[in-house]
Every structure is written in structure tokens, then in C-alpha cells.
């Protein structure tokens, strides 16, 4: 297997120290490539870059006719939230609005990802719970499904609870590639994760954006998916992070969802064009240069877009005192 190119790297003083190889594909919703690079057959895991493909049952089995799902709570059930107060609250809200609390997540309780939120908390003496976890939001969505369906919540993280198979057929239909046993792990917060091929997962969200392909039903579900997502960005991520910068600067245009280990993937909306992007190390600042680079040159961003974009394609490394030392950037 050829290794995938080098698209970022490290530099320290005057010396390369990191090389980050990773693969990328820009595809339409024919499955015309319109730029790639590396193996993009190769399988991956997606992790949380496809939180919006997971959160279709909520309307497959009408749990946004039952409770009427808001905007803001549909961005939650595609987020990767940052446990500030906003997270918490309407979190807990939208479980609550269901006859339900924080002790039927089955995602489990960390510490806030958003360090103002974390260290207000250590202040406090406080502790984590469920609702702090990054993807609460989508459990939340997830436990809709059940209620809609009429059967028992619990479990409902299982790879055989029916919730979980209804998750599983949503992203098989959107991304036009079978789920296999033989390419599955389990995600940090307790749900399945399966594997397939980097290119399928650009292929699906392209299909997202323009509907091609998809039913009618899982056409506007993903529409309005996307436009709760773009329209709640801060919901989607947190304060200061490149997501929430990213939808907040194209205003509607740009979908873009991050995923543990390096994954990133959205839709250029207006163009019906997905993307799908991992690098191979893990490296998140890494992967972000990378999706800077392609945005920039996919996307058409204005002045104001491109200069976010070019902050995180060249990344400016400081010392401990402030001084300047090096540069990630994309290559």
C-alpha cells in the first residue's frame, strides 16, 4: 500500500519536524471527482464528522413530527458541543421537552472541552455530567428516535438496538456503500462506528447538499439539517473553534464538521459538493491546515473567509514565553 502524500507539515527554526500525510476527496453528488489526493478508497472511521447522516432517523421514524424538534435542537443532534453553559442548558432542555433527564444519556460524563467551561467549573467544584459530554446532543436526537418508535431506551448505544440499525441504514443510504461487521469499532461515546471508504463519506455529502440521489424525505431531512447546523454554528462546536468560525464566516454555504482523529467533512452547499478529509496521524491542527487549503481552494471565499482560512493553513507556533518558533502549514 503507497503511503498518501505529505499535505502539512511542521516547521521548527529552520528545520522540518513534522510530515502529516493524509487523503482528501472534493466529489459531486454524480460521483464526479472534482479534486482528490492520496487513497481515497482506502476505509476509514468517520467518527463524528457524520453526526448530520446519523441524526436522519429523527425523521425516517418521525420523532421531529412527535416533539417538534427546533432548529437549535437539530444542530445539537449533529454536534460535537464544547460543554459551555449554552450546551448544557439546551441540552437539557431538549431532554427534558421529551420526559426525560441527563440519567438516560448513555454517552457518558467528561469535563468540558471549552477551557473557560472547564476551569469555571473546577472553580466551582463542580462535576461533569452526561449533558457536558460533546455529544450529548446527539444522544439526545438518538433517544428521540426511540421514543418515536415506541420501544425501551435503554441500550439504545447497542449495536443490535434498533435505533442504532436505523442509524446504520441511514448512513449505508447516504453514502451508497454497505456497513460491514468486519469494520466496526465502538466511538467514545459508547455508539457503533463503522469503517468505508474516505470517498464515499464525500460522495454522501454531497448528496446532503444538492438531495440527488436521496428520497425525497431524506432529501429535506438533510436540508434541514444542514441549514439548522449553519444557522447555530456556535451549537455545533463552541466558542473559538474552527468549525463554529468556519459556518459563522460562509453564512450557510459551508457545512463543516470535525471527527475524532483528524476526520473533516462538510458540503459546499451552494455548489452540491461534498468533502471528506483525514489525516493520517491524527494530528487535529494538522487536518485543520488541510481543510483550509482545500476550502480556500474550493469554496470561493471572500476577503474576510480567506483570511480565516489562511490562519489555520499557516499556524503560528509560540514558545511558552509568546515568542514565535515555528509554523504548521499546509503544503
Not at 428521540?144 to 434498533?162: D, F, K, N
Not at 467514545?188 to 438531495?211: Q, V
Not at 447555530?232 to 459563522?248: F, K, Q, Y
Request: hydrophobic residues 45%.
Amino acid at each position: 500500500m503507497d503511503a498518501n502524500p505529505v499535505l502539512a507539515e511542521t516547521i521548527r527554526g529552520n528545520w522540518v519536524e513534522n510530515r502529516h500525510r493524509g487523503a482528501f476527496a472534493v466529489i459531486d453528488a454524480d460521483g464526479t471527482i472534482i479534486a482528490s489526493a492520496g487513497d481515497i478508497e482506502r476505509a476509514i472511521f468517520p467518527r463524528s464528522a457524520i453526526k448530520s447522516m446519523q441524526a436522519l432517523p429523527i425523521f425516517a421514524r418521525h420523532a421531529d413530527e412527535k416533539f417538534h424538534h427546533t432548529p437549535e435542537e437539530l444542530a445539537l443532534a449533529c454536534a460535537s458541543h464544547h460543554g459551555e453553559d449554552v450546551h448544557v442548558t439546551k441540552v437539557a432542555h431538549f431532554l427534558d421537552r421529551m420526559g426525560l433527564s441527563v440519567n438516560d444519556l448513555e454517552c457518558g460524563a467528561h469535563v468540558p472541552t471549552n477551557p473557560a467551561a472547564r476551569e469555571a467549573m473546577r472553580a466551582a467544584g463542580g462535576e461533569p455530567s452526561a449533558l457536558h459530554n460533546n455529544c450529548s446532543g446527539k444522544h439526545s436526537g438518538m433517544l428521540s428516535v426511540a421514543l418515536a418508535m415506541g420501544i425501551p431506551t435503554a441500550g439504545y448505544v447497542g449495536r443490535e438496538h434498533e435505533v442504532q440499525k436505523q442509524v446504520r441504514a441511514a448512513v449505508e443510504a447516504v453514502i451508497g456503500e454497505p456497513l460491514s461487521e468486519g469494520k466496526c469499532g465502538t466511538d467514545g461515546c459508547s455508539i457503533p462506528t463503522y469503517a468505508a471508504p474516505l470517498r464515499a463519506f464525500a460522495f454522501g455529502f454531497a448528496r446532503m447538499a444538492s438531495g440527488k440521489g436521496l428520497t425525497p424525505e431524506f432529501a429535506l431531512a438533510a436540508q434541514r439539517l444542514f441549514d439548522a447546523a449553519t444557522s447555530n454554528p456556535l451549537l455545533v462546536a463552541g466558542t473559538g473553534h474552527a468549525d463554529t468560525l468556519i459556518m459563522e464566516a460562509f453564512k450557510g454555504r459551508v457545512m463543516q464538521k470535525i471527527g475524532a482523529e483528524a476526520v473533516q467533512c462538510g458540503a459546499i452547499r451552494n455548489k452540491g459538493w461534498g468533502y471528506a478529509l483525514k489525516c493520517d496521524d491524527g494530528n487535529i491542527a494538522a487536518s485543520q491546515a488541510m481543510l483550509a487549503k482545500v476550502l480556500l481552494e474550493i469554496a470561493d471565499p471572500d476577503d474576510a473567509q480567506r483570511k480565516l482560512l489562511e490562519g489555520y493553513a499557516h499556524q503560528t507556533i509560540k514558545s511558552v514565553r509568546g515568542a514565535e518558533v515555528g509554523e504548521l502549514r499546509a503544503v
